[in-house]
């Protein structure tokens, strides 16, 4: 099994520029979730899903979009990229929610708007 | 406001000794607790946990102790070791909710040899 795996691992965007960070995960995991980590700051839930077809907003949703067409895959998009989200996102998955003894993480993306 | 406190970014302890991590939250829906261990350009790993009806939880050297009247938790390793060096988050939840989990920012622990 690869785990959660996360694509590209760093990206430098113009303020305007959209982009799609990729998250795939090969446990057959229903749960996945999106997180940011900024200097000096916890991990901030972005969006999450139970289940393919069902996404829902976290604590700081504002900017991104996603979608779980697939139960592998949960991409992140910016459609137009700003300096505050100049962060670490980090993609994670769990069998099912709740299960957070299980919860594995990506090894994150670090992305840079300028 | 902050759910979640982790109020020391950074603890220095030496090789064989006890590292002592404390955690305090506000929100009391929350009943399932969590550590993590970050390692630099890596994401987090699972650690250990604690539920509320518990007030303590061991896994070989590492012991969390939960004082839910006092709303805190703490992480205890011992003996601490070189590759404990790290950052340690916290975090909580409520396993009835529909939310993930909430997030401390950390602690940077460094073993000193």
């Known amino acids: 099994n690869a785990g959660v795996t996360q694509t590209p691992k760093f990206q430098v965007l113009k303020t305007g520029q959209s982009m799609t960070l990729q998250c795939a995960q090969d446990m057959n995991h229903e749960y996945m979730s999106w997180y940011r980590q900024d200097p000096g700051m916890g991990l901030r839930l972005i969006h999450y899903s139970v289940g393919a077809g069902i996404t829902d907003q976290g604590e700081v949703p504002n900017g991104y979009n996603v979608s779980r067409s697939t139960t592998e895959d949960f991409p992140l998009r910016l459609l137009s990229a700003a300096p505050s989200q100049t962060s670490v996102y980090f993609c994670a998955s769990n069998l099912h929610q709740g299960d957070w003894n299980e919860q594995f993480f990506g090894p994150g993306t670090r992305l840079t708007v300028l | ?113």
């Not at chain 2, 009943?31 to 604690?50: C, H, N, Q, R, V």
């Not at chain 2, 916290?90 to 401390?104: K, N, R, V, W, Y």
Request: proline content about 5%; glycine content about 8%.
């Open chain 2, 1 to 113: 406001d902050q759910q979640v406190k982790q109020n020391s970014p950074s603890l220095s302890v030496q090789e064989g000794r006890i590292s002592i991590l404390n955690c305090d939250y506000t929100n009391s829906m929350f009943d399932y607790f969590l550590w993590y261990k970050k390692y630099p350009a890596e994401g987090p790993t699972f650690l250990i946990s604690i539920s509320s009806i518990k007030d303590k939880n061991e896994d070989g050297r590492f012991t969390v102790f939960l004082n839910k009247s006092a709303k805190h938790l703490s992480l205890h390793i011992v003996p601490s070791q070189p590759g404990d060096s790290a950052v340690y988050f916290c975090a909580a939840t409520s396993l009835g909710g529909a939310d993930g989990l909430t997030f401390g920012k950390g602690t940077h622990l460094i073993i000193q040899p």
